[in-house]
Each structure stands twice: as C-alpha cells, then as structure tokens.
C-alpha cells in the first residue's frame, strides 16, 4: 500500500512539473514520432458505408498505442529514482514497449508473461530479449495476462525499493488507472485536433477495441463532454453463450480483481474464469474501473465481437487499405461490419490502436489453407 | 473477549509464545482438512485456514500450488464453511480464515461473516483489502463477532501502523519481509525493527508471519519482541510431499508443529 501511495504522490507531483512534461513531449514525438496520423480510409468507408477515419497508431514506434504508457511511466520511474522496471505482457505488445522505452532511458528491465501467450507470441518474445529484456515464463493459474500480473505484483511487493512496477493497461489499483489513462489521453487529444482540421466538426461515432481498456479510454477521454457516440468493443471469443470469451462488460458482473472493482469474468463464488479470445492483448477477465463507471452511467456503449467476425475484419482491411490491423483493433473495425446500419452515413473515427505483423502466423494458422 | 484474544491472554499467563498454523481449507481434499486441523492443534495455539481464491496475489508458489489443489478438489466457500463447522464440533482451537476480498464480496460480507461465526469461526484476515476501504467490512465482522486481523509491512509508515494497530482486533499480522509468502532459510533483516516498530504501537497482540519456517525463526520472532509466530508454507509443504499417503502426513505434520511449539516455550522475556 505504502508503494502505491509513494507512487500517486509522486505523480500527481511530476504531472505538474513543466520540465517532465517537456521531456515527455520530446520524447513521444522524435523517439515515438508522435503526432500519429488521422487517416481517411476511403475504401474501407466505402465497403462499409460510412464516412471512416483510423487514428493510426499502429505508425507509433513499436508498432501499437502502447508506447505512450511506456514512456510515460518508464520517465516517471526515473524521475523516482528507480533503477529496475517489472512489467506483464499479454500479446507482448506493452513487453516490447516496455523493453523499448527501458533501453532507451537505461533502466533494467524483467517481463513477466505467461508461457500460453510466449507460445502464441514468438516473435515478441525475440523482440524484448534482443532490447535487453528478461522474459520470465509464468506458469501458474492459466498461463496469460491476469497471472502475468500476479507475478509482477508479487515481484513489485519484493522489490519495491528499487523497482517500478509498469503496469500496461488501465487496470489494477489506483493510481494506475489513472496514470495509464492520462499517458494514453494524448490520442484522443491529437484526434480532435485532427478531425476538427479535416471535416470542420467533430465525429458522430468513435469506437475502440476493449480489454483492459487503456487505447479505449485513450481516445475516449477528451470526447467525453462532447456530443459523440463512444463505442467499446471487447472479445467475443467463441460468442458470449459459449463461456470461451472476454467480456466482462458485456457479460461479467462485479467484483474485485488485481485491487480494483470493476466488471470481472468469475463464478458466483468470486473465483476469477479463465478468458479465451483469438487477440491476446483482449484475453483478461477484468476491464479497468473507468469503463465500469462509463457503463454504468450510459456514456459509453460497451458491445462485443467474436474471433470469427474480428479475422473477417482482418482480412477486409488488410485488403482493402493495405493495412495488416492487430487482432486486438479488427474487433474495433468488425463492430462498424456487425452493426453497419448504426453507422452508415455518419462520420466515424476507430482508433487502429495496432498493427498485425505479431498476428500473421496465428491468422495464417487459423485460416488455414483458405487462398482468397 | 473473544477466543483469540483468550488464547493470547492464557499463553501470555503461562510465558509461552503462540504457534500459529496456516493450511489451506480443501488442500488436498475438503475431508481430509478437519484431520489435518486436528492433528496441528494438537500443539498450535491457532488455526489458520485460507479459503482458496484463484488469483492469489500475497502468495507465493507453495501455496498458489496449494490453492489449486484445493480449487481442483471441488473446494468453494460453503465448503470451507462446512469444514469450520466440523472442527469446531470437535476442537476449541481458535480458527481464524484468510483470504482475498473477492470471494467475500461475491457471497456478502455480511453473509459471509455471520455464516462463519455462527459455523465457529473466529477471525479473518483480507491481504487484499486496505484498512481505509475496510470501514464497512470491519464493523458487519465487529456485529457478528468476528476479529479482523490486518497486515502490517516493513514498508508501513508508523502513522499508518497505528492507525492499522487500532483497528485490528484479535492480534496484528506483520508481515515480516517485502514479498510474498513462502519459506525461507534466513530471517530478513527487517523483521526484528518492523516487531519493535509495530509492538510499541499496538495495545493488542502482534504476530509475525511470512518465511517463518523453523523453529529457530519462531524462536528469533519471540525474542524480538513478538507474541506469536505464523507458520503456513511450510505446512503446506509436508501436505504436497506426502499426498499419497495421509497417515504419514498427518505424523509429519504434527511432529513438525511439536518441534516449532516447542520454540515458544521458556521465553527469555518472562524469566
């Protein structure tokens, strides 16, 4: 607890200070190169009838929206003194931006990550250790994200004093939530610049995958007093009847996981369910507290799509805009497909929070021998 | 006064140390936990009994093993409940339950708490839920007549350790390293500034787990200043070296809680 409370008066402290956020800035746009384009996909909007834009930040350096939180807190944990760096990865994503960010600014730095997603994210596992990143294989629980995070929180609570845990996404307890989001508002911030200076208004719809929730709240945040329809799409898996997803917005309920409350997957004895979706990036049973708040007050509309519609996504925009999307953002992309009579006409921002180079052997896997 | 607080009270007339034993409820099978709890409290003062969550985040490999173990045996929370009932019909050795917020919230506190004091229970001990989110949940437990045992770590501010101090009932856990839970060979250097820390700040009794695993530790945490000892992982690890047999583990299991009792005994401090 001491931890927590060191890191959130620390925080709220350097969030004023005028030279970390300089340094900050610096940073996101000539290591990162921030701004990331706004982009009319024309193809794409004809396909599916409405006026579409992505935030592309899949062109942020790394490859997802995730650097932004790396940077941010890797800068932070420096600033604090701390010489080590802990993290959990799922897809490996926030592993190699970790690792990225940790490189450049000469921090030691361990990802934890389970040996299931190391198995489905070769390739990510190569790119940490070649940043100098220790990958530790967790075993225990069901070998992904959640018990990931176990293992970082039980590293963190045994080296507090020298390290800072970087946790990835909007989850776990305060103050990450909202150090997380506030790092990952700079999308949003940047969108509505961008389509004020394209179309002259602001959009009518934007919709961003969902699993902890850090590039949906990222996005969502500056449009929150706005009069813009907000979409969260989570993982569907093999459909919500089957038990084989991860939603808990759509189909959890309330309760305590990684010291927040929030929407989690459990049974009705509070024992946490083991998650399945195709995007490992989406496969975690709980949602960062925000978008339980954002639910319960009718702000945000939180639906879901299942792995079929998400490879379908994949595929339609691999082709028709020469963008290969992570899995994670096709579920964002699907949802416009699934729901098209909602969107047709209007003005439509998704926030292409990834791209699917780390996806291609699983979708070359799945779809196996289909040639068109 | 409650049970615990008696027990404390008695070993403190008799100038022993309490020995404080941790199992987890199902592990390795739910009928065989009341066994087990009888045969350690043929020498612990306390039994501690976690009610196994899928996600445990205090703890370390030995006992995450044995969660799933008990999770895989078909263990929830109406069958740790069920276990409480039968030791207390046959046992007045204090029980007290750890374990995390969300299967308690899931069931409802209040439900949860007068359930386990009606079934015989004594105290609870949450790692996951902080004293100032504790409000609620600390004065359904005060109703129903349940302690609520909190953690104190080496990390805690002294401001933070009274407040803790104070509104812990039953003893106050300190945790006696940064980490998780699990044995170890030494003692950390911590522990005996984090004992005198928390002893002159408490008007209750204090208790000093996690890597406590030999009675030399036991011993060592009594010197310091403690009132009692908690010893769980290493339970936890004669069950998993002996779960093909059950009569040889329950022998090892009370040889080993003789030889820590023993460590309480004759304290330097009452002679």
Known sequence: MSAL??????????????????????????????????????????????????KREDLLFGGAHKLNNTLGQALLAKYMGKKRIVAETGAGQHGVATATAAAMLGLECDIYMG???????KLNVFRMRLLGARVIPVKSGSRTLKDAINEALRDWTTNVETTHYLLGSVVGPHPYPMIVRDFQRVIGRETKKQILKHEGRLPDAIVACVGGGSNAIGIFYDFLDDPVQLFGIEAGGEGLET????????????????????????????????THSIAA???????????????????????????????????????????????????????????????????????????????????????????? | ???????????????????????????????????????????????????????????????????????????DTDTVLEIVKEIREGSDVPLVILTYFNPVLQFGIREFLSRLAHMGGDGIIVPDLPI???????????????????????????????????????????????????????????VRPTIKKVKRLSKIPIAVGFGISKPEHVRAVLDAGADGAIVGSAFVK?????????????????????????ATKKLAKFK
Not at chain 1, 244 to 267: I, K
Not at chain 2, 136 to 162: C, M, N, Y
């Open chain 2, 1 to 75: 006064m409650s049970r615990i607080a008696e027990k404390f009270e008695e070993l403190r007339r008799r100038g022993e140390g309490a020995l404080i034993a941790f199992i987890t409820a199902g592990d390795p099978a739910p009928e065989i936990t009341p066994s087990i709890v009888q045969v350690l409290a043929k020498h612990a003062d306390v039994v501690e009994l976690g009610l196994p969550f899928s996600d445990p985040i205090a703890d370390g490999p030995t006992i995450q093993e044995a969660t799933d173990r008990a999770l895989r045996a078909g263990t």
């Open chain 1, 115 to 121: 040996v299931t997603d190391m198995e489905r994210q």
């Open chain 1, 281 to 372: 990036g989406l496969d975690y049973p709980g949602v960062g507290p925000e978008h339980a708040f954002l639910k319960l007050r009718g702000r945000v509309k939180y639906d879901y799509v299942t792995d079929g519609e998400a490879l379908e996504a994949f595929r339609i925009v691999s082709k028709t805009e020469g963008i290969i999307p992570a899995l994670e953002s096709a579920h964002a992309i699907a949802y416009l497909r699934k729901r098209a009579s909602k969107f047709r006409g209007k003005l439509v921002v998704v926030n292409l929070s990834g791209r699917g180079d780390k996806d291609v052997e699983l979708v070359a896997k799945t779809l196996g021998g289909s040639k068109d």
């Open chain 2, 238 to 262: 004669l069950i998993k070296e002996n779960l093909s047999d059950v009569g040889k583990m329950l022998e090892e299991l009370e040889t080993f809680s003789a030889d820590l009792k023993r």
């Open chain 2, 132 to 190: 100032d989110e504790s409000g609620e949940f600390r004065k359904i437990a005060r109703e129903v007549g349940i302690d609520t045992i909190q953690l104190v770590a080496p990390t805690t501010p002294p401001s933070r350790v009274k407040t803790i101090c104070e509104r812990s009932s039953g003893f106050v856990y300190v945790v006696s390293l940064l980490g998780v839970t699990g044995p170890r060979e030494r003692l950390s250097e911590l």
């Open chain 1, 5 to 54: 409370e060191e890191l959130e008066r620390y925080y709220l402290k350097i969030k004023k200070s005028k030279r970390f956020q300089r340094e900050l800035q610096a940073l996101l746009r000539e290591y990162g190169g921030r701004p990331t384009p706004l982009y009319h996909a024309k193809r794409l909007s004809e396909l599916i009838g409405s006026k579409l834009y992505l």
């Open chain 1, 243 to 274: 038990n084989m997803h991860a939603a808990p917005l759509c189909a959890g309920s309330e309760g305590v996981l990684h010291g927040s409350r929030s929407y989690v997957m459990q049974d009705r004895f509070g024992q946490i369910l083991q």
